[in-house]
Protein backbone atom coordinates (compact mmCIF):
# COMPACT_ATOMS: atom_id res chain seq x y z
CA UNK A 1 0.00 0.00 0.00
CA UNK A 2 1.01 3.61 -0.15
CA UNK A 3 3.72 4.96 2.26
CA UNK A 4 3.96 8.93 2.82
CA UNK A 5 6.92 10.06 4.65
CA UNK A 6 6.71 14.06 5.79
CA UNK A 7 10.04 15.58 6.91
CA UNK A 8 10.73 17.67 9.62
CA UNK A 9 8.82 16.73 12.22
CA UNK A 10 8.97 20.04 13.82
CA UNK A 11 9.47 23.38 12.41
CA UNK A 12 10.27 26.92 13.87
CA UNK A 13 10.34 30.31 11.69
CA UNK A 14 10.59 33.76 12.56
CA UNK A 15 7.64 35.45 11.68
CA UNK A 16 7.84 37.06 8.22
CA UNK A 17 10.38 34.05 7.21
CA UNK A 18 9.00 31.35 4.57
CA UNK A 19 8.35 27.47 5.36
CA UNK A 20 8.85 24.53 3.59
CA UNK A 21 7.32 20.83 4.12
CA UNK A 22 8.60 18.10 2.11
CA UNK A 23 6.80 14.97 2.06
CA UNK A 24 7.60 11.76 -0.47
CA UNK A 25 5.22 8.85 -1.29
CA UNK A 26 5.86 5.44 -2.48
CA UNK A 27 3.10 4.32 -5.01
CA UNK A 28 3.59 5.63 -8.34
CA UNK A 29 -0.54 5.89 -9.11
CA UNK A 30 -1.45 8.03 -6.67
CA UNK A 31 -2.57 10.90 -7.84
CA UNK A 32 -4.04 13.57 -5.50
CA UNK A 33 -1.77 15.12 -2.82
CA UNK A 34 -3.86 17.26 -0.40
CA UNK A 35 -2.39 19.41 2.94
CA UNK A 36 -4.31 19.93 6.06
CA UNK A 37 -3.92 22.05 9.06
CA UNK A 38 -4.71 21.34 12.51
CA UNK A 39 -4.95 23.74 15.17
CA UNK A 40 -4.40 22.49 19.11
CA UNK A 41 -7.73 20.54 19.49
CA UNK A 42 -9.27 20.79 16.42
CA UNK A 43 -10.44 18.81 13.05
CA UNK A 44 -7.63 18.90 10.09
CA UNK A 45 -8.83 21.22 7.52
CA UNK A 46 -7.72 21.77 3.99
CA UNK A 47 -5.65 24.15 2.88
CA UNK A 48 -4.79 23.43 -0.35
CA UNK A 49 -4.42 20.36 -2.93
CA UNK A 50 -2.79 19.30 -5.99
CA UNK A 51 -3.52 16.81 -8.72
CA UNK A 52 -0.90 14.75 -10.75
CA UNK A 53 -1.43 16.81 -14.06
CA UNK A 54 -0.23 20.10 -12.41
CA UNK A 55 2.97 20.85 -11.41
CA UNK A 56 2.59 23.51 -9.08
CA UNK A 57 -0.16 25.33 -7.39
CA UNK A 58 -0.44 28.69 -5.34
CA UNK A 59 -3.10 30.14 -2.99
CA UNK A 60 -1.99 33.50 -1.60
CA UNK A 61 0.99 33.21 1.12
CA UNK A 62 0.67 28.90 0.48
CA UNK A 63 1.98 26.71 -2.89
CA UNK A 64 2.08 23.32 -3.28
CA UNK A 65 4.73 21.98 -5.62
CA UNK A 66 4.34 18.27 -7.32
CA UNK A 67 7.61 15.96 -8.61
CA UNK A 68 6.08 13.10 -10.07
CA UNK A 69 9.51 11.85 -11.00
CA UNK A 70 11.04 11.96 -8.17
CA UNK A 71 7.47 11.52 -5.90
CA UNK A 72 7.57 13.72 -3.59
CA UNK A 73 5.77 17.39 -2.87
CA UNK A 74 6.06 20.11 -0.88
CA UNK A 75 4.28 22.84 0.55
CA UNK A 76 5.63 26.61 0.74
CA UNK A 77 4.03 29.10 3.58
CA UNK A 78 5.63 32.41 2.86
CA UNK A 79 5.37 34.94 4.83
CA UNK A 80 4.55 33.50 7.50
CA UNK A 81 2.38 34.78 10.47
CA UNK A 82 1.96 33.61 14.27
CA UNK A 83 -2.02 32.50 12.91
CA UNK A 84 0.13 29.79 10.64
CA UNK A 85 1.17 28.03 13.87
CA UNK A 86 -0.26 24.65 13.56
CA UNK A 87 0.11 20.91 12.62
CA UNK A 88 0.41 20.39 8.69
CA UNK A 89 -0.55 17.21 7.22
CA UNK A 90 0.63 16.10 3.98
CA UNK A 91 -1.75 13.19 2.29
CA UNK A 92 -1.50 11.32 -0.95
CA UNK A 93 -4.67 9.38 -2.27
CA UNK A 94 -5.83 7.46 -5.38
CA UNK A 95 -9.97 7.74 -6.50
CA UNK A 96 -9.49 4.29 -7.73
CA UNK A 97 -8.39 3.12 -4.47
CA UNK A 98 -11.62 4.18 -3.16
CA UNK A 99 -9.96 8.00 -2.15
CA UNK A 100 -9.09 6.92 1.03
CA UNK A 101 -5.80 9.38 2.60
CA UNK A 102 -2.71 8.08 3.26
CA UNK A 103 -0.90 10.78 5.68
CA UNK A 104 2.27 11.81 6.56
CA UNK A 105 3.28 12.41 10.29
CA UNK A 106 2.72 15.65 10.56
CA UNK A 107 4.87 19.04 11.09
CA UNK A 108 4.57 21.05 14.05
CA UNK A 109 5.20 24.55 13.09
CA UNK A 110 6.06 27.39 15.78
CA UNK A 111 5.96 31.09 14.07
CA UNK A 112 7.46 33.28 16.94
CA UNK A 113 6.46 36.72 16.48
CA UNK B 1 -25.10 22.51 6.24
CA UNK B 2 -23.86 20.63 9.43
CA UNK B 3 -21.15 18.46 7.40
CA UNK B 4 -19.80 15.92 9.36
CA UNK B 5 -20.99 15.21 13.30
CA UNK B 6 -19.51 13.35 15.25
CA UNK B 7 -20.75 11.99 18.85
CA UNK B 8 -20.04 11.56 21.56
CA UNK B 9 -17.06 14.32 22.04
CA UNK B 10 -15.25 12.40 24.29
CA UNK B 11 -15.69 9.12 26.08
CA UNK B 12 -13.97 7.13 28.88
CA UNK B 13 -14.57 3.43 28.53
CA UNK B 14 -13.15 0.55 31.16
CA UNK B 15 -11.66 -2.64 29.49
CA UNK B 16 -13.80 -5.05 27.73
CA UNK B 17 -16.02 -2.64 27.14
CA UNK B 18 -18.08 -2.03 23.84
CA UNK B 19 -19.47 1.56 21.79
CA UNK B 20 -20.16 2.99 18.73
CA UNK B 21 -19.04 6.11 18.28
CA UNK B 22 -21.51 7.76 15.33
CA UNK B 23 -20.70 9.91 12.50
CA UNK B 24 -23.12 11.42 10.05
CA UNK B 25 -22.88 13.71 7.15
CA UNK B 26 -25.33 15.71 5.25
CA UNK B 27 -23.23 16.50 2.13
CA UNK B 28 -24.69 13.41 0.22
CA UNK B 29 -20.92 12.18 0.29
CA UNK B 30 -20.35 8.60 -1.23
CA UNK B 31 -16.79 8.01 0.71
CA UNK B 32 -16.65 7.44 4.41
CA UNK B 33 -14.01 7.21 6.47
CA UNK B 34 -12.64 6.77 9.99
CA UNK B 35 -9.44 7.72 11.39
CA UNK B 36 -6.95 7.49 14.40
CA UNK B 37 -5.20 9.85 15.60
CA UNK B 38 -2.26 9.07 18.34
CA UNK B 39 0.09 11.60 18.85
CA UNK B 40 3.42 11.64 16.71
CA UNK B 41 1.64 9.08 13.93
CA UNK B 42 -0.46 11.38 12.15
CA UNK B 43 -3.69 10.47 11.16
CA UNK B 44 -4.35 6.23 10.51
CA UNK B 45 -6.62 4.57 8.39
CA UNK B 46 -8.95 2.20 10.52
CA UNK B 47 -12.10 1.30 8.05
CA UNK B 48 -13.56 3.31 4.88
CA UNK B 49 -17.00 3.01 2.61
CA UNK B 50 -17.41 4.02 -1.09
CA UNK B 51 -21.04 3.81 -0.71
CA UNK B 52 -23.82 2.23 1.40
CA UNK B 53 -23.73 -1.14 1.56
CA UNK B 54 -19.54 -1.30 0.99
CA UNK B 55 -17.34 -1.51 3.47
CA UNK B 56 -13.08 -2.12 3.80
CA UNK B 57 -10.21 -2.53 6.18
CA UNK B 58 -7.82 0.08 6.02
CA UNK B 59 -4.40 0.04 7.94
CA UNK B 60 -5.48 -0.48 11.51
CA UNK B 61 -8.78 -2.37 11.61
CA UNK B 62 -8.02 -4.50 14.41
CA UNK B 63 -10.46 -4.10 17.13
CA UNK B 64 -13.06 -2.27 15.43
CA UNK B 65 -16.44 -2.89 13.12
CA UNK B 66 -17.90 -0.87 10.91
CA UNK B 67 -21.39 -0.72 8.75
CA UNK B 68 -22.79 1.73 6.09
CA UNK B 69 -26.83 0.68 5.74
CA UNK B 70 -27.00 4.36 4.36
CA UNK B 71 -25.29 7.31 2.74
CA UNK B 72 -25.58 9.25 5.86
CA UNK B 73 -24.27 7.31 8.43
CA UNK B 74 -20.96 5.67 9.52
CA UNK B 75 -20.88 3.93 12.66
CA UNK B 76 -17.62 2.40 14.26
CA UNK B 77 -18.00 -0.04 16.85
CA UNK B 78 -15.68 -1.00 19.54
CA UNK B 79 -15.94 -5.01 20.38
CA UNK B 80 -13.86 -5.31 23.29
CA UNK B 81 -12.11 -1.54 24.04
CA UNK B 82 -8.13 -1.98 25.09
CA UNK B 83 -6.10 0.55 26.30
CA UNK B 84 -4.28 0.65 23.09
CA UNK B 85 -7.51 2.21 21.64
CA UNK B 86 -7.44 5.46 23.57
CA UNK B 87 -7.06 8.07 20.64
CA UNK B 88 -8.77 10.58 19.29
CA UNK B 89 -10.83 8.94 16.20
CA UNK B 90 -11.58 11.42 13.13
CA UNK B 91 -14.75 10.66 10.60
CA UNK B 92 -14.20 12.28 7.32
CA UNK B 93 -16.45 11.94 3.99
CA UNK B 94 -15.69 13.41 0.51
CA UNK B 95 -17.36 13.39 -2.74
CA UNK B 96 -17.15 10.34 -5.44
CA UNK B 97 -18.37 12.56 -7.95
CA UNK B 98 -14.95 13.13 -9.88
CA UNK B 99 -14.58 10.13 -11.70
CA UNK B 100 -10.81 10.29 -11.56
CA UNK B 101 -9.90 12.98 -8.64
CA UNK B 102 -9.75 12.86 -5.33
CA UNK B 103 -11.58 15.38 -3.85
CA UNK B 104 -11.29 17.42 -0.56
CA UNK B 105 -12.50 15.06 2.64
CA UNK B 106 -14.51 16.75 5.16
CA UNK B 107 -13.27 15.87 8.90
CA UNK B 108 -15.89 15.50 11.78
CA UNK B 109 -14.96 17.52 15.29
CA UNK B 110 -13.20 14.33 16.56
CA UNK B 111 -14.02 12.00 19.83
CA UNK B 112 -11.36 11.48 22.75
CA UNK B 113 -11.44 8.07 23.79
CA UNK B 114 -9.87 7.04 26.96
CA UNK B 115 -9.88 3.50 27.83
CA UNK B 116 -9.13 2.41 30.93
Redesign the interface.
Known sequence: ?ENVE?HP?TLSVQEGDSAVIKCTYSDSAS??F?WYKQELG?????II?I?SNVGEKKDQRIAVTLNKTAKHFSLHITETQPEDSAVY?CAA???AA?????????TRVLVKP | NAGVTQTPKFQVLKTGQSMTLQCAQDMNHE?M?W?RQDP??????IH?S?GAGIT?Q??VPNGYNVSRSTTEDFPLRLLSAAPSQTSVY?C?S?S?Q????????F????TRLTVV
Open positions: GQSNYPKRPQLDRFSLKGNKLTFGGG | YSYGMGLRLYVDGEFASGDLWWGTEAFGQG
